[in-house]
């Protein structure tokens, strides 16, 4: 995310948590005590390269904030990239605490990273510097303390690092990460869980409609983990996928996609145009598509101010974090387009991983198909109390989302007397 992004979405999130803020009428005060970080801490972390037939001092900057842990321990995932810095790191661990909060699971809000491109290094460089970094924040975790998962630039590998160097001091903890292998601990069904997720709350969407899953026409903008999984789950409900896109471009056809054939094809030559039978499209223009549920799954802001009054969706179902601003949520809400927002459509993913943590305390593993259920009937039950709460104040899921999830911290931590 470059600079210019990630300025747009931390106004915007600083828009939509502010506004909740008024509806619930929050004095100065206890806005201050939701809004600050109970620790933010910053770390150098030397690593020696090899580069050019010579070893190379490079020293790394690594960041993990806390926010808030008043509903239980501090939750967030660890993100590799160049632009990684203390002002998103802050942004991504409120967010956190929201997203806990809101699917009632007993977790706070962390969010942690390296500012590094991980293409730059090779395997045994990374491996190296991701058991730095673990060095440095072990003071900080812990299986009631602190628990890291994976985010951008990272995956079940280098959390197995993270439980591997952990495990040096502590004796074998699978429950100081999640997102691992499943051979290490990690649970079955985490892969698919946030795109499964995303397509198990587009079905809810589709029947409060009155219209048959068979007869929406759903654009998914996005073909990576989240997208790709939330296409072939809906396929399997009997969804009628009418476009999808990838970094090189968008494909069409009203007809719908053969989602299975669309990802072999991806796998096999790289993109998804090219497929036989579907017309190809640009990324820009396939967001304006005729459809009944679009669902953004790749990038930040990609509806915004620019795009918003073309946008001829009935729903946009938010499986990307942050992809509207708040000039666009603005415009599509006076227009009646029903945003579900990103802290419940993408959620599946948090849900999962406190599913993992979960059996890594029982030391009790459960099979891939009880996930999906436990994962499907909370995540549904969570739409229903946002969708309540809205119709009850007459006001848009996402306030009503972040009503809740701030309802639910600020009472906490008046309980336990902060």
């Not at 996005?222 to 399997?236: E, I, T």
């Not at 499209?281 to 009944?292: D, I, K």
């Not at 999962?352 to 305390?361: D, F, P």
């Not at 946002?386 to 809740?404: F, I, K, M, P, W």
Request: aromatic letters at 6%; proline letters at 4%.
């Amino acid at each position: 995310m470059n600079k210019e992004k990630q300025c747009i979405c931390q106004d915007t999130q600083r828009h939509f948590l502010f506004r909740a803020f008024d509806s619930l009428g929050l004095e100065d005060a206890h806005r201050e005590l939701l809004l600050a970080s109970f620790r933010e801490t910053r770390f150098s972390i030397p690593v020696v390269l090899r580069r050019d037939g010579r070893d190379v001092l490079r020293t790394f900057q690594g960041f993990r904030v806390q926010h808030n842990h008043a509903r239980g321990p501090f939750k967030g995932g660890l993100r590799y990239h160049p632009e990684v810095n203390q002002g998103e790191v802050r942004a991504l661990a409120q967010l956190m605490t929201w997203k806990t909060a809101l699917i009632d699971i007993p977790f706070g809000g962390a969010k942690g990273g390296i500012t590094i491109d991980p293409a730059e290094l090779d395997k045994t460089e990374l491996e190296v510097l991701t058991k730095r970094f673990i060095q440095k924040m072990e003071p900080l975790l812990g299986v009631h303390q602190d628990i890291p998962a994976p985010d951008m630039g990272t995956n079940a590998q280098v959390m197995a690092w993270i439980l591997e160097e952990y495990s040096k001091s502590h004796g074998y903890t699978p429950g100081i990460v999640t997102g691992k292998p499943v051979e290490l601990g990690g649970s079955r069904g985490r892969e698919e869980a946030t795109g499964f997720g995303v397509a198990c709350i587009t079905r809810k969407v589709i029947s409060g409609m009155s219209l048959p899953l068979d007869e929406a026409r759903i654009v998914i903008q996005g073909f990576g983990n989240v997208g790709s999984h939330a296409a072939q789950a809906l396929a399997r409900m009997g969804g009628r996928i009418i476009a999808l896109s990838d970094v090189h471009g968008a494909i069409h056809s009203a007809a719908g996609i053969d989602v299975e054939a669309a990802r072999a094809h991806q796998a096999a030559t790289g993109r998804l145009q090219g497929l036989p039978g579907v017309d190809a499209l640009s990324n820009e223009e396939m967001l304006e598509l005729p459809c009944h549920i679009l669902i953004p799954a790749a990038l930040e802001a990609v509806i915004n101010c620019d795009n918003a009054g073309a946008i001829q969706a009935r729903v946009i179902v938010e499986a990307a974090n942050m992809p509207v601003t708040h000039q666009a949520d603005e415009e599509l809400r006076q227009r009646n387009i029903v945003v579900v927002p990103d802290i419940l459509a993408n959620a599946g993913g948090v849900l999962a991983s406190y599913y993992e943590w979960v059996q890594n305390l029982q030391e009790f593993p459960w099979e891939h198909g009880s996930v999906l259920r436990r994962l499907e009937q909370h995540l549904l039950r969570v739409y229903g109390e946002v969708s309540h709460h809205a119709g009850e104040n007459e006001t848009d899921l996402r306030t009503a989302a972040y009503e809740l999830a701030i309802g639910r911290v600020n009472k906490a931590i008046q309980l336990r007397g902060f």
